[in-house]
T-cell receptor, first 115, second 116 residues
Framework: DAGITQSPRHKVTETGTPVTLRCHQTENHRYMYWYRQDPGHGLRLIHY???????DKGEVSDGYSVSRSKTEDFLLTLESATSSQTSVYFC??????????????FGPGTRLTVL | AQKVTQAQTEISVVEKEDVTLDCVYETRDTTYYLFWYKQPPSGELVFLIR??????QNEISGRYSWNFQKSTSSFNFTITASQVVDSAVYFCALSPGSSNTGKLIFGQGTTLQVKP
């Protein structure tokens, strides 16, 4: 199994509070991703990183920010949580992209509930 | 537009039946990658297969087989002699080669229930 952990695994918070989710990998992979999973939508990309301090937006990035100060850690922050951000969040890692595209391995997920 | 469609929302079969999960994709890229993932009730996402657009050979792995047809933009997944442990949500995903991000575009998923 790929060495990916996410913390916390479950969180309940209130609308308007900031929340940070952490993804940690031990594979030294360059690429890291944050997805959210919602019924009827599959998984959708929020943000991704292609190296330390190199990040970019995915298709559902509004209301989220990310940071990557070390290869092994990728943080997802909800600056002011809203009920629409209640979801299951998955982190993924990959060794390569484009013509060298490798499969993405996923972390165990974080279930976030915003009341 | 880049898109993946899994038209079957839910499928229910009886153990030992064969079942095919459909996946249709849209992309203008000539180089792209297709994936299948399994999400059992425990919630984790398990990688099953990756295919690149230049390799149309069908693949078989035990009871699992995949049929990739570029002519119909489909990448269907068949489970032969299904078992209760195959009950899960299955996702098909596309990674366009031109995006250079490695991001995956997922279909909505197909929930497979295998009854004993």
């Amino acid at each position: 199994d790929a060495g990916i952990t996410q913390s916390p695994r479950h969180k309940v918070t209130e609308t308007g509070t900031p929340v940070t989710l952490r993804c940690h990998q031990t594979e030294n992979h360059r690429y890291m991703y944050w997805y959210r999973q919602d019924p009827g939508h599959g998984l959708r990309l929020i943000h991704y990183s292609y190296g330390v301090k190199d990040t970019d937006k995915g298709e559902v990035s509004d209301g989220y920010s990310v940071s990557r100060s070390k290869t092994e850690d990728f943080l997802l922050t909800l600056e002011s949580a809203t009920s629409s951000q209640t979801s299951v969040y998955f982190c993924a890692i990959s060794a390569g992209t484009g013509k060298m595209s490798y499969e993405q391995f996923f972390g165990p997920g974080t279930r976030l509930t915003v009341l | 537009a880049q898109k993946v469609t899994q038209a079957q929302t839910e499928i229910s079969v009886v153990e030992k039946e064969d079942v095919t999960l459909d996946c249709v994709y849209e992309t203008r890229d000539t180089t792209y990658y297709l994936f299948w993932y399994k999400q059992p009730p425990s919630g984790e996402l398990v990688f099953l297969i990756r295919r690149n657009s230049f390799d149309e050979q069908n693949e078989i792995s035990g009871r699992y087989s995949w049929n990739f047809q570029k002519s119909t933009s489909s990448f269907n997944f068949t489970i032969t002699a299904s078992q209760v442990v195959d009950s899960a949500v299955y996702f098909c995903a596309l990674s366009p080669g031109s995006s250079n991000t490695g991001k995956l575009i997922f279909g909505q998923g197909t929930t497979l229930q295998v009854k004993p």
